[in-house]
Each structure stands twice: as structure tokens, then as C-alpha cells.
């Protein structure tokens, strides 16, 4: 963890990468509290395409209301391969002094924060991270904002699936998003009462997942439902259901579930902890704690190095795959 010497007077903020429900919140409770310490906050439009190319405009108590409940970003957001360029890196310095810009808050996911700690290590502008990805696959953070969300949104289509499966007596293989991380899959199957999950880091073999069924069958179960992880592209379920129908004859009924996770209102969870982790950022940052984002450990916020948070895996929780196959009998 790094600290800085400066006085922070007024600073930016910018969401990147991915949208996840409760980004607004967060960007709500920065403001707010930034004010109340009389901070300026300057909003940074569609992440580090906005700090390259100076599409920053002030943030206001009254810019955020009415934005709590609301999904998405405000300030929009954004990837940029451009920013893997030191060079391109040294131009968005010239964004910050022309706003006199102090700080910096990234909220976003793992490539955002590799940005940010770049930005440190090369210049020295104080940052601080909150992370919001509804992929769960910060090192370090027990939760990220959005990822409650996104696993009641995938749940909620996961309930009305079965319904189907159950009325056809129907195999169904449902989609869900996570790049590599299994968070989604894991949390949404255990859940939902799935009969297995497919994880990128896990170890769920074809062949016993086809015998588990056909058992199952014998003892007079005559739907399922399975869960897979998209891993590093979506469709990984066609690729599951081909193989399913080579080795067993069972023909899966496909269903991705894509970007609706992304969307819609946060929940409760997620705009609480949003609120608690945009006023941590904020009072890290004015008290000179930097290159650190805000994690979670159960109740408690806690500072993450950029550096350790870039570096470490985050697996997910297998035991979760196991439990489901014991309960789903």
C-alpha cells in the first residue's frame, strides 16, 4: 500500500470496463461525501477513453440524485487498448492538470485496476479503486458491486426455466456470464437447485454428469437443469450440449442469459455496499492512503494493494459444485 503527500482539493472519477449494478451508487456516495469534506469532484465520461481524450465535466451534489436506484453509469463506461501504452498513459496525465485534478477514484474490475496502478507507478497520481464487476473476481474483495445483483437477475430466469424443464421433462443447460471467474455459475446453481455446474476452474467431468443424470432419471426425476460458466466466450453451452448429445442421446434445450445480468436496479445489498465502499474510497484518498482499492471481508472494508489484487487469483467456490450435486439427488 502507498501513500501520498498531496492535498486533495479536487479529484476524478471514472467507471471502466464493465457496467455492474450499483456503479450509480457508488458515483452518488462519492460525491456526497467528497462534498461534505469540500472536495470538488470532477466526473470522467467512458473511463480511460476519457481520460485520453478530456471528456471531464464537474460533478455536483444535485448531478447525482434520483441515481441510487438506478443501473448502469452515469458517467458511462468504456475499454481502451490504447491505455496499455505507456505513452498513451503519459498523454491522459495532461486531462488531469488541465483540471487541476488531484485524484483519482477508479470504479471498474481487474483490467481497470492494472490501469490505475499503472497510472501510480509511472506518474504518481493518487488512486483509489472500488470494485464493481458482477464477475466477483477481485482478489482480496469477499464481494464487488454488481454481483448480487446479476446473481438474482440470473436466479430470477433460472425459477421460470425449471418451470418449463419440469412441464417437458426437459434437460436444460442455462448460460450464465463470469468470463473465467465461476462466482455467477456456483452462487446460481447452488440456488437454483441445479443438478450440476460448469465452471472454468472447476472440475465437473461430462461423462459422470451424464451418469448423474441417467440416475437420477431411473428414480423418477424427468427434468434438470445445468449451469454453466461462458468462460472466455460465450456459447460455451453449445459446445456442452454437443457433447451431452454425443455421449448420451439426452438433447439439452439451450439457454444463455447474456447481458441481462448486467442490467437492471441493484439490490439492496449492492447499493449498500456501493454507499459503504464510495465513502471508503474517498476518505482513504483524502487521508493520503493510495494504489489500493476497497475490499470486503464479510462486514468489514479493508485497503487491497493494486499490486496484490492484479496479481492473485481469486477462485471460485468449488465446494458450492459439490454441495449441488449432493442436494440435487
Given at each position: 500500500?502507498?501513500?501520498?503527500?498531496?492535498?486533495?482539493?479536487?479529484?476524478?472519477?471514472?467507471?471502466?470496463?464493465?457496467?455492474?449494478?450499483?456503479?450509480?451508487?457508488?458515483?452518488?456516495?462519492?460525491?456526497?461525501?467528497?462534498?461534505?469534506?469540500?472536495?470538488?469532484?470532477?466526473?470522467?465520461?467512458?473511463?480511460?477513453?476519457?481520460?485520453?481524450?478530456?471528456?471531464?465535466?464537474?460533478?455536483?451534489?444535485?448531478?447525482?440524485?434520483?441515481?441510487?436506484?438506478?443501473?448502469?453509469?452515469?458517467?458511462?463506461?468504456?475499454?481502451?487498448?490504447?491505455?496499455?501504452?505507456?505513452e498513451v498513459r503519459a498523454r491522459s496525465i495532461e486531462t488531469l492538470k488541465t483540471h487541476n485534478i488531484d485524484g483519482l477514484i477508479c470504479v471498474g474490475g481487474d483490467g481497470s485496476f492494472r490501469g490505475a496502478h499503472a497510472l501510480?507507478?509511472?506518474?504518481?497520481?493518487?488512486?483509489?479503486?472500488?470494485?464493481?464487476?458482477?464477475?466477483?473476481?477481485?482478489?482480496?474483495?469477499?464481494?464487488?458491486?454488481?454481483?448480487?445483483?446479476?446473481?438474482?437477475?440470473?436466479?430470477?430466469?433460472?425459477?421460470?426455466?425449471?418451470?418449463?424443464?419440469?412441464?417437458?421433462?426437459?434437460?436444460?443447460?442455462?448460460?450464465?456470464?463470469?468470463?473465467?471467474?465461476?462466482?455467477?455459475?456456483?452462487?446460481?446453481?447452488?440456488?437454483?437447485?441445479?443438478?450440476?455446474?460448469?465452471?472454468?476452474?472447476?472440475?465437473?467431468?461430462?461423462?459422470?454428469?451424464?451418469?448423474?443424470?441417467?440416475?437420477?432419471?431411473?428414480?423418477?426425476?424427468?427434468?434438470?437443469?445445468?449451469?454453466?460458466?461462458?468462460?472466455?466466450?460465450?456459447?460455451?453451452?453449445?459446445?456442452?450440449?454437443?457433447?451431452?448429445?454425443?455421449?448420451?442421446?439426452?438433447?439439452?434445450?439451450?439457454?444463455?442469459?447474456?447481458?441481462?445480468?448486467?442490467?437492471?436496479?441493484?439490490?439492496?445489498?449492492?447499493?449498500?455496499?456501493?454507499?459503504?465502499?464510495?465513502?471508503?474510497?474517498?476518505?482513504?484518498?483524502?487521508?493520503?492512503?493510495?494504489?489500493?482499492?476497497?475490499?470486503?471481508?464479510?462486514?468489514?472494508?479493508?485497503?487491497?494493494?493494486?499490486?496484490?489484487?492484479?496479481?492473485?487469483?481469486?477462485?471460485?467456490?468449488?465446494?458450492?459444485?459439490?454441495?449441488?450435486?449432493?442436494?440435487?439427488?
Open positions: 500500500m502507498a501513500q501520498h503527500q498531496k492535498k486533495i482539493s479536487r479529484i476524478g472519477i471514472y467507471t471502466s470496463g464493465g457496467d455492474a449494478p450499483g456503479m450509480n451508487a457508488a458515483i452518488r456516495a462519492v460525491v456526497r461525501v467528497a462534498h461534505s469534506m469540500n472536495i470538488e469532484v470532477m466526473g470522467i465520461s467512458q473511463g480511460y477513453i476519457g481520460l485520453i481524450e478530456n471528456r471531464v465535466a464537474p460533478l455536483n451534489i444535485r448531478d447525482v440524485a434520483n441515481i441510487i436506484q438506478r443501473g448502469g453509469t452515469i458517467l458511462k463506461t468504456g475499454r481502451s487498448t490504447d491505455f496499455h501504452k505507456p501510480w507507478n509511472e506518474h504518481k497520481i493518487p488512486i483509489v479503486g472500488i470494485p464493481g464487476t458482477i464477475d466477483n473476481d477481485i482478489f482480496g474483495s469477499d464481494l464487488t458491486i454488481g454481483f448480487d445483483t446479476a446473481v438474482n437477475t440470473a436466479l430470477d430466469a433460472i425459477d421460470k426455466i425449471r418451470d418449463t424443464a419440469d412441464s417437458h421433462d426437459r434437460v436444460f443447460i442455462v448460460e450464465v456470464m463470469g468470463r473465467n471467474s465461476g462466482f455467477i455459475a456456483c452462487h446460481v446453481g447452488l440456488a437454483g437447485g441445479a443438478e450440476e455446474i460448469f465452471v472454468p476452474d472447476g472440475n465437473t467431468n461430462i461423462e459422470k454428469s451424464i451418469d448423474r443424470i441417467k440416475d437420477s432419471i431411473k428414480k423418477g426425476k424427468r427434468s434438470s437443469i445445468l449451469i454453466t460458466a461462458e468462460g472466455q466466450k460465450p456459447g460455451r453451452a453449445y459446445d456442452l450440449a454437443d457433447a451431452i448429445r454425443k455421449k448420451s442421446g439426452i438433447d439439452p434445450k439451450i439457454c444463455i442469459l447474456g447481458h441481462i445480468q448486467r442490467g437492471g436496479s441493484p439490490t439492496s445489498v449492492d447499493r449498500v455496499l456501493a454507499s459503504r465502499m464510495g465513502a471508503a474510497a474517498i476518505d482513504n484518498l483524502s487521508k493520503g492512503f493510495c494504489d489500493i482499492l476497497i475490499g470486503s471481508d464479510g462486514p468489514n472494508l479493508l485497503q487491497v494493494p493494486f499490486e496484490l489484487a492484479t496479481t492473485k487469483e481469486k477462485r471460485s467456490p468449488l465446494e458450492y459444485v459439490q454441495l449441488s450435486q449432493i442436494l440435487a439427488i
